[in-house]
């Protein structure tokens, strides 16, 4: 079976058991926990949950839900606190004036964008919360800005995850088909590159000759 596939499989396998005794709680926990700071395997969690409601452990709908208000919710967790004691602790930090005031405009400028990002990275995700909320952006706009990176992480990956679970052996036959010319495209590329360098150094030398 495919790497990928076997991947999402082996996420499956490892939190199924957690899962199916204690259900849906462990996973908005997880979310919501990575929220505000702390690393917890939320997003492993919730491709499990995900992949386990195509076999019925899980209503695919509560479960999406659910996860983007405990992500919402975690978020906002982590922005009160960046908030509330953030400030102070940026201050003690080895930071200019100067620089600190660039950092609360380069979040007024792309803090929405960036919080939408981050959802997406494994670090921001957990961090971004507290940070934007340390260098005071509005809360209105972090709400709408974090509402919008939730919905779209949980659709990734929740609905992601479920339809490979519910078109497992289609994804398996197709990834299997185009496996060979996968490796035709790799081979034509690294000719391509090849042939670029070998006419760049030939270009060069030549330059260098006639001076």
Request: positive net charge; proline residues 4%; aromatic residues 10%.
């Amino acid at each position: 079976m495919n790497d990928i596939l076997q991947s999402f499989l082996a996420v499956m396998s490892n939190y199924e058991p957690m899962l199916v005794e204690y259900g849906l709680v462990v996973i908005l926990a997880a979310i919501a926990i990575e929220g505000f700071g702390i690393p917890a395997p939320g997003q492993s969690l919730l491709i499990a949950g995900a992949l386990l409601s195509t076999r019925g452990e899980f209503d695919i709908s509560l479960l999406l839900a659910s996860a983007w208000i405990a992500t919402i919710v975690g978020s906002a967790i982590g922005y009160v606190i960046g908030r509330v004691g953030g400030r102070k602790l940026l201050l003690h930090l080895p930071l200019r004036p100067s620089r600190l005031e660039r950092m609360e405009t380069f979040c007024q400028r792309y803090g929405t964008l960036l919080v939408i990002v981050s959802r997406f990275i494994d670090g921001p995700r957990q961090l971004t919360g507290i940070i934007v909320g340390s260098l005071k952006m509005p809360a209105i706009p972090f709400l709408v800005a974090t509402s919008a990176g939730a919905l779209l992480w949980v659709g990734f990956w929740g609905v992601g995850s479920y339809y490979v679970g519910q078109h497992m052996h289609i994804i398996n036959q197709a990834l299997g088909s185009i496996a060979p010319y996968t490796w035709v495209a790799t081979g034509l590329l690294v000719l391509v590159i090849g042939a670029y360098l070998l006419r760049k150094h030939n270009h060069r030398k030549s330059t260098d000759g006639r001076h």
